[in-house]
């Protein structure tokens, strides 16, 4: 597939837009970048976002310094088309993958799709800029048997990434080789040893930090945790809310939260002894809505808070998140953004960040003005599109959604009716307009179908009407 420069209606194609307006030319060097991305976190799982019960000290103090973000969107409602989406800049309906499995028309079959080996990445882009980059963790993007798919032939100069699903290996999630560079050094994490698997990443983010990366240049982080994603059945602490009567699955679900909390803690805590905490941009977000699998029910802690649907739905519980920002003399502490963006802006905006050039074909806006308190320079998206493929059936596989400011249109299924919220006033989508505002859904239907460019991997998309 070849992506159209000319987006239709909607969709911004920004080109080649330098980010020196933004931030002083007189800048010494350019600010470092983390980026924290949870697994499956849901909206209302963090007590900056309302959580009453799970404890996420760590990362409410980092929401207390910064930005926090009450619109924000992932890429998709499932681990891989989201994070394609972070990766490339393009929404779900220019995107390489649009959901975990897709066919394979010449084998006649379902499977992973990774990102095209001619797209630009978010690392590539960031090494372009003159970053060292660095990732560690979940990549999800790649087909496990072909290393120039994995995130270290991605754009990444030092790589610890996860794999689980080789053919040459049976590895099960509590016991799980994590390759460094592409190469298989026997890294496993066994759970006997760390809190969790995020203990076991942060080990590797201090080890880079201290002893590969240099000093002669900025670098950009990407931690891939884990939590809150059911793949970890096994946790060697066995008193953590031992006390509760909880179900199990509960019980197992909170302790990853509070044990990743704490490690994201630890990371922002060894980048102040290092002397590097004062220019850093840290940004922190997850790849969908809460899930509700193995055992736990996304209801039990409100995972999603008010919203409706969890992982694998377009209503706002399966794609909205937090996003939680902060940059020391940058961004003011405490703030609150209703601004409504997706994970296709964090690549023009952390080229701007870089005084890099924004790729020319992007879905995304940056979000600097908005980081900065340039209300009045931040541009707005004319709407958000997503589609998900769920599986091989057109008729209940394929979802779409689109949010236009105050308005959000859902479509479960290729004969399925168009649905129609008033986000402002019911933001749980639990009365649908549509029969009220038949304009709307003609127009959103029309939305759906010049949003989507054609994909052999992921093809229902365009077989409704």
């Not at 995020?198 to 670098?219: H, W």
């Not at 006033?425 to 989507?452: C, G, H, M, W």
Request: proline residues 4%.
């Amino acid at each position: 597939m070849k992506i159209r420069l000319k987006y239709t209606t909607g969709l911004l194609a920004l080109g080649l837009l330098s980010s020196m307006p933004l931030l002083a030319n007189t800048e010494a060097k350019q600010p470092n970048i983390l980026f924290l991305l949870a697994d499956d976190l849901g909206y209302g799982e963090l007590g900056s976002y309302g959580q009453k019960i799970i404890k996420t000290p760590e990362i409410d103090k980092l929401a207390a310094q910064g930005l926090k973000f009450t619109d924000f969107y992932a890429g998709n409602a499932v681990c891989s088309p989201s994070r394609a989406v972070l990766m490339t800049g393009k929404h779900a309906g220019h995107n390489t993958i649009r959901g975990n499995k897709g066919f394979f028309k010449k084998d006649n079959r379902w499977g992973r799709v990774s990102l095209r080996k001619d797209e630009l990445t978010l690392g590539q882009m960031m090494q372009n800029a003159g970053y060292q980059t660095a990732f560690i963790g979940k990549w999800h993007l790649e087909n496990p048997n072909d290393l120039d798919t994995w995130a270290y032939s991605r754009g990444f100069d030092y790589a610890v990434q996860e794999q689980w699903q080789r053919n040459d290996s049976k590895i099960y999630f509590d016991k799980t080789t994590h390759w460094i560079n592409g190469i298989n050094d026997k890294k496993l994490y066994d759970y006997t040893k760390w809190d969790n698997i995020d203990e076991f990443r942060t080990n590797f983010a201090t080890e880079y930090l201290d002893t590969v990366r240099t000093e002669d240049k900025p670098f950009f982080l990407f931690m891939s945790y884990r939590t809150p994603h059911p793949h970890e059945p096994m946790l060697r602490n066995k008193s953590m809310f031992a006390d509760k009567d909880w179900a199990e699955a509960e019980k197992h679900h909170a302790k990853k939260i509070t044990l990743w909390d704490k490690q994201v803690g630890r990371l922002i805590k060894h980048l102040e002894i290092i002397g590097e905490l004062e220019n850093t941009l840290i940004v922190l977000t997850s790849d969908n809505g809460g899930h509700g699998a193995a055992g736990h029910d996304h209801k039990f802690f409100t995972s999603n808070g008010l919203l409706r649907g969890f992982k694998r739905d377009l209503y706002e519980g399966g794609i909205r998140v937090p996003q939680i920002a902060v940059w020391p003399n940058k961004i003011k502490p405490g703030t609150v953004s209703h601004h409504i963006g997706g994970f296709q802006d964090f690549m023009p905006t952390f080229a701007e960040v870089a005084g890099a050039k924004i790729p020319e074909v992007t879905d995304g806006i940056s979000i600097l003005p908005t980081y900065l308190d340039q209300k009045s320079k931040q541009k707005q998206h004319h709407y958000l599109y997503w589609e998900e493929q769920r599986n091989g059936n057109p008729k209940t596989g394929i979802l779409k959604a689109v949010r236009e400011g105050q308005w959000k249109a859902v479509q479960v299924g290729s004969e399925g009716k168009i649905e129609i919220y008033n986000l402002n006033d019911d933001i749980s989508e639990t009365q649908n307009l549509a029969a009220k505002y038949p304009e709307k859904v003609k127009r959103y239907k029309k939305l759906f179908k010049e949003s989507s460019t054609y994909n052999p991997n992921f093809p229902y998309a365009s077989t409704s009407d």
